[in-house]
């Protein structure tokens, strides 16, 4: 084994020339770690970039419901508002506010003592009439016979038939004015003139009413059917007309049956009936009302809900249908999308729409079967942009592999830059050697 003297040992010791050429030489070491650490990033960032994942749908031609959706508000079939035909004071309500009545069905019950003493009077006015009635015919048949004996004037005779026609007019008009009286008593019990559903009432008892007042004492209204009024403009109208008459349906006829929306997004069980007929255009406002009639028969629709009318009126054969999602609006308000193309370039299409079906567009022109349309990552490219096509709805595990890409990149970095450390390191010892060297020379 060797020994080392303390000769040697103070020798190896760096001089004090080479530590003063120390501070000399940092710089250059360091600019040439600083340059190996940014030709190595360079080298790594020449990588070819990856194109962008976007998902695609493929157009498909299918069979399109002909269906619309037509905003409407409720009514009821029928409606009566009950108004005393009488006056007098209410002795009694005869109903159960909010319940079901039938036609002719007692409301209210009014004080009838005035009536029936008119009743009483105008009876026994008939009887007073029918008594001379009686006796006028009785004359008038004795003075006849007497005409013909020659016992009595014709001018007599005459005047005995005239009053006793007479006497009949007058019974007439008191069995007339009877009935009258009847009536008018009749009325004091007023009645519901149809079926329905009652309201409540706005008068108790002991009210004074008068007769055909302005205030109803109450309403009924007929549930079942209910009636479903639709106001459109005149240019709807005659699309919907168009369409109703069989256009672009196929073998198919027109359907006039609705289907009712809810106000929750219910849809009504039973289905109604859509009546076009018999229009008028409002000439202020240039709509059109359609009425359709629906069943009712539980009574969960109630006057004045607003609903939306749903009418397949066809089918429209090998349609274009495609998502919503997939069609932007230009600033120009012009429908486009974007298409992959050849070496899968995207190309933007101008798309004319038709109508919407749910979720869905139904397009005219701009789109054919088999195009693959981007519904998925269009905030990240742009047209003429070559870009990766994937089916929809796979896009996001490409997302999730890019991220650990991207995170594996950075993670080289530091090893680069230790790298470049480490070499600056080792300039900096072999400098000091070779100083050192010269010091001892």
């Given at each position: 084994?060797?020994?080392?003297?303390?000769?040697?040992?103070?020798?190896?010791?760096?001089?004090?020339?080479?530590?003063?050429?120390?501070?000399?030489?940092?710089?250059?070491?360091?600019?040439?770690g600083?340059?190996?650490?940014?030709?190595?990033?360079?080298?790594?960032?020449?990588?070819?970039?990856?194109?962008?994942?976007?998902?695609?749908?493929?157009?498909?031609?299918?069979?399109?419901?002909?269906?619309?959706?037509?905003?409407?508000?409720?009514?009821?079939?029928?409606?009566?508002?009950?108004?005393?035909q009488?006056?007098?004071?209410?002795?009694?309500?005869?109903?159960?506010?909010?319940?079901?009545?039938?036609?002719?069905?007692?409301?209210?019950?009014?004080?009838?003592?005035?009536?029936?003493?008119?009743?009483?009077?105008?009876?026994?006015?008939?009887?007073?009439?029918?008594?001379?009635?009686?006796?006028?015919?009785?004359?008038?048949?004795?003075?006849?016979?007497?005409?013909?004996?020659?016992?009595?004037?014709?001018?007599?005779?005459?005047?005995?038939?005239?009053?006793?026609?007479?006497?009949?007019?007058?019974?007439?008009?008191?069995?007339?004015?009877?009935?009258?009286?009847?009536?008018?008593?009749?009325?004091?019990?007023?009645?519901a003139?149809?079926?329905?559903?009652?309201?409540?009432?706005?008068?108790?008892?002991g009210?004074?009413?008068t007769?055909?007042?302005?205030?109803?004492?109450?309403?009924?209204?007929?549930?079942?059917?209910?009636?479903?009024?639709?106001?459109q403009?005149?240019?709807?109208?005659?699309?919907?007309?168009?369409?109703?008459?069989?256009?672009?349906?196929?073998?198919?006829?027109?359907?006039?049956?609705?289907?009712?929306?809810?106000?929750?997004?219910?849809?009504?069980?039973?289905?109604?009936?859509?009546?076009?007929?018999?229009?008028?255009?409002?000439r202020?406002?240039?709509?059109?009302?359609?009425?359709?009639?629906?069943?009712?028969?539980?009574g969960?629709?109630?006057?004045?809900?607003?609903?939306?009318?749903?009418?397949?009126?066809?089918?429209?054969?090998?349609?274009?249908?495609?998502?919503?999602?997939?069609v932007?609006?230009?600033?120009?308000?012009?429908?486009?999308?974007?298409?992959v193309?050849?070496?899968?370039?995207?190309?933007?299409?101008?798309?004319?729409?038709?109508?919407?079906v749910?979720?869905?567009?139904?397009?005219?022109?701009?789109?054919?079967?088999?195009?693959?349309?981007?519904?998925?990552?269009?905030?990240?490219?742009?047209?003429?942009?070559?870009?990766?096509?994937?089916?929809a709805?796979?896009?996001?595990?490409?997302?999730?592999?890019g991220?650990?890409?991207?995170?594996?990149?950075?993670?080289?970095?530091?090893?680069?830059?230790?790298?470049?450390?480490?070499?600056?390191?080792?300039?900096?010892?072999?400098?000091?050697?070779?100083?050192?060297?010269?010091?001892?020379?």
């Open positions: 084994m060797t020994s080392v003297t303390p000769e040697r040992a103070l020798d190896a010791r760096p001089s004090r020339r080479a530590i003063a050429a120390l501070p000399a030489l940092l710089p250059v070491v360091l600019a040439l600083l340059s190996a650490c940014k030709s190595d990033s360079d080298a790594a960032g020449k990588g070819a970039p990856t194109p962008p994942e976007v998902g695609v749908v493929i157009v498909a031609q299918q069979d399109a419901p002909l269906a619309l959706e037509l905003p409407g508000r409720l009514s009821a079939s029928q409606v009566a508002e009950i108004r005393p009488v006056s007098g004071i209410v002795r009694q309500r005869l109903f159960v506010e909010g319940s079901t009545v039938r036609a002719g069905q007692p409301l209210y019950q009014l004080d009838a003592a005035t009536y029936e003493a008119e009743r009483a009077r105008t009876a026994a006015a008939l009887q007073k009439a029918e008594a001379q009635a009686g006796v006028a015919r009785t004359r008038a048949e004795r003075d006849a016979e007497l005409l013909k004996a020659d016992a009595l004037s014709r001018q007599a005779a005459d005047d005995s038939a005239s009053t006793a026609r007479q006497m009949q007019a007058e019974v007439a008009v008191a069995r007339a004015a009877l009935d009258a009286a009847r009536v008018q008593l009749e009325r004091t019990r007023i009645a003139p149809i079926a329905g559903r009652i309201e409540v009432s706005t008068v108790t008892a009210a004074l009413v007769a055909n007042q302005t205030q109803a004492l109450t309403t009924v209204q007929q549930l079942d059917p209910m009636h479903v009024d639709i106001v403009s005149s240019a709807e109208i005659l699309q919907l007309r168009r369409q109703l008459g069989g256009e672009g349906q196929g073998d198919q006829g027109p359907s006039r049956q609705i289907r009712l929306l809810l106000e929750d997004g219910s849809e009504h069980p039973q289905a109604g009936t859509l009546q076009v007929s018999g229009v008028t255009v409002d202020g406002t240039g709509a059109v009302t359609l009425r359709a009639t629906v069943p009712n028969p539980k969960t629709l109630l006057p004045g809900m607003v609903v939306r009318a749903r009418l397949v009126a066809g089918v429209d054969n090998d349609a274009i249908v495609v998502p919503q999602q997939g932007s609006r230009s600033p120009t308000g012009e429908a486009t999308a974007l298409v193309g050849e070496g899968n370039k995207l190309e933007l299409r101008r798309l004319k729409l038709k109508r919407a749910g979720n869905q567009w139904v397009v005219g022109s701009g789109l054919n079967a088999g195009d693959k349309l981007v519904v998925e990552g269009l905030q990240r490219v742009r047209a003429n942009q070559v870009v990766t096509p994937v089916p709805g796979s896009t996001r595990n490409g997302k999730k592999k991220g650990a890409e991207s995170a594996a990149k950075p993670a080289s970095a530091p090893a680069s830059a230790g790298s470049g450390v480490a070499s600056a390191t080792a300039a900096i010892t072999t400098a000091a050697a070779a100083t050192t060297a010269r010091g001892n020379v």
